[in-house]
């Protein structure tokens, strides 16, 4: 398994820039590049603000997008995931980067009666469990969201001692694309959801908090996230882990090497309430010579 720090990275994909930067050779050349539903603002922003180089940018749920890649329905020049464990897993692709980290929140809509059931509540899941809050999530088969969801309420149950609690809480008719989840707030169909801190942040609604045992976030956990799982459709088993994203760059192309380079720098996820820690970028796998060198 092939790692640097994230100094040397940085340092030797500075070199890289700075040897593209001048010679006028690409332009606004354009480079596809498949994202996370959560990291679609970051991306259609901040990112292409870092770069010279046009990004199209398609946003879908994680999963999702893995499969659209293996099975040969998209071919992206960069992807970017919420889970780093789909590269290997459903993509097969040999390595990939570790860019950011973040963690599992409940947001709510503070102008609802039901948001501020959850504004008030003691413990947060209480009024959760009837039918005073309208919740909503994202599909586990479909993007990692959904499936970490389950991993919150499942350490949640046992956190709590409330063995059950997924059962009382959860409901088939809760579950909205990754990329609609929060615009649900804006008609009055989502009171609260179960989202990634980023996503709260970025759009400014208020969220509640879990302890670091359960929201994923915290790696000094990574043990006790472990005792989650979740089996997706085609049979591959995810566990629970501290949240981490990852990318890949898909081709050599000089316009999608230069639009990586931002990727891996990792200045357009912290504005987004993102965590990039020093240890980012974390490259895995069998890294290609041009990335690392």
């Known amino acids: 398994m092939a790692r640097r720090t994230r100094r040397a990275v940085l340092t030797a994909l500075g070199s890289g820039i700075a040897a593209t930067a001048g010679c006028g050779a690409f332009g606004r050349e354009r480079v596809d590049v498949l994202v996370a539903g959560s990291l679609q ?9 870092q770069t010279d180089v046009e990004l199209a940018v398609e946003a879908r749920g994680s999963v999702q997008a893995a499969r659209l890649v293996a099975d040969g329905k998209r071919d992206p020049a960069i992807v970017a995931l919420a889970d780093p464990t789909l590269f290997n897993r459903v993509m097969n692709t040999p390595w990939h980067a570790v860019v950011a980290s973040n963690e599992m929140v409940l947001a709510y809509n503070p102008e609802t009666d ?3 059931r959850v504004a008030d509540a003691e413990p947060w899941y209480d009024p959760l469990r009837g039918d005073s809050v309208s919740l909503g999530r994202t599909d586990p088969t479909l993007d990692p969201l959904g499936y970490r969801t389950l991993f919150v309420l499942a350490l949640a149950a046992d956190y709590y001692d409330e063995p059950g609690l997924a059962d009382a809480v959860l409901s088939p008719d809760q ?3 990754e990329t609609q989840l929060l615009a649900q707030f804006e008609t009055g169909a989502v009171n609260a959801a179960f989202v990634y801190r980023s996503m709260a942040v970025e759009r400014d609604y208020p969220f509640r908090e879990f302890p670091p045992e359960i929201h994923l976030g915290d ?4 043990e006790q996230y472990q005792t989650t799982s979740y089996e997706l459709p085609n049979g591959t088993a995810i566990t629970g882990n501290p949240i981490e994203y990852g990318a890949v760059r898909r ?14 720098s990792g200045d357009w996820l912290a504005p987004h309430g993102f965590t990039v820690r020093q240890a980012y970028p974390r490259l895995v796998g069998d890294v290609p010579s041009t990335v690392t060198q």
């Open 41 to 49: 603002k970051a991306a259609s922003e901040t990112l292409q603000t």
């Open 114 to 116: 039901g948001g501020t």
């Open 175 to 177: 579950t909205y694309p």
């Open 219 to 222: 790696p000094t956990y990574a």
């Open 251 to 264: 081709d050599e192309q000089e316009a999608t090497r230069t639009a990586f380079e931002a990727v891996l």
